[in-house]
């Protein structure tokens, strides 16, 4: 019976243990899903993908991070990372970039710097609308000479 017991009392830390983790992961804004509105996002130069989703998700391992954009011809260009809001440089998959660092500045807005070959050439702001419902992602850089900018307005699905 004692045995019993200790393992429902256990039991029960280990389910108050991952439901209040699971809560602490759940508040931040920038978890979810997330669908870019074309018409009120730009791309300089352009063109403005027709489609692009993203998703959210915060672990130990830090932000993982997952940029889907569907192509007009079948199948879809996939960016992804996971990085720890340290400054450190973590590798970043499907882009020009060979790293990312991340800083968070408050609970709504992420900096995201990225590099090629050890030299910064592009910078995001990732930032969440008072009312949790809007992402709004600024970014400035160069690629290999030619300069782009763009700013994407997403919603929260």
């Known amino acids: 019976m ?9 039991a029960m830390i280990l389910l ?8 602490a992961q759940a508040k931040d804004p920038f978890v979810g899903s997330w ?5 009120k996002s730009t791309f ?17 391992k830090g932000m993982t991070h997952v940029t889907k954009t569907p192509s ?3 199948g879809s260009s996939n960016i992804t990372y996971t990085a720890k809001f ?6 970043i998959l499907g882009t020009g970039l060979d790293t ?3 800083k968070r500045v408050d609970a709504n807005t992420i900096e995201r710097t990225g590099k090629e070959s050890g030299k910064v050439s592009e910078t995001a702001e990732f930032k969440i609308s008072p009312d949790g419902k809007t992402l709004t992602i600024t970014t400035k850089g160069n690629f290999r000479g030619t300069p782009y900018s763009s700013v994407q307005i997403l919603t929260r699905q």
């Open 16 to 23: 108050v243990l991952a439901r209040s983790h699971a809560q």
């Open 72 to 74: 007009l011809f079948g």
């Open 2 to 10: 004692r045995r019993t017991v200790a393992w429902l009392g256990f």
């Open 44 to 60: 300089t130069p352009g063109p403005v993908p027709m489609e692009r989703y993203m998703t959210f998700e915060m672990s130990d």
């Open 86 to 91: 340290d400054g450190k440089d973590y590798e």
């Open 35 to 39: 669908t870019m509105d074309p018409d």
């Open 100 to 102: 990312v660092s991340l």
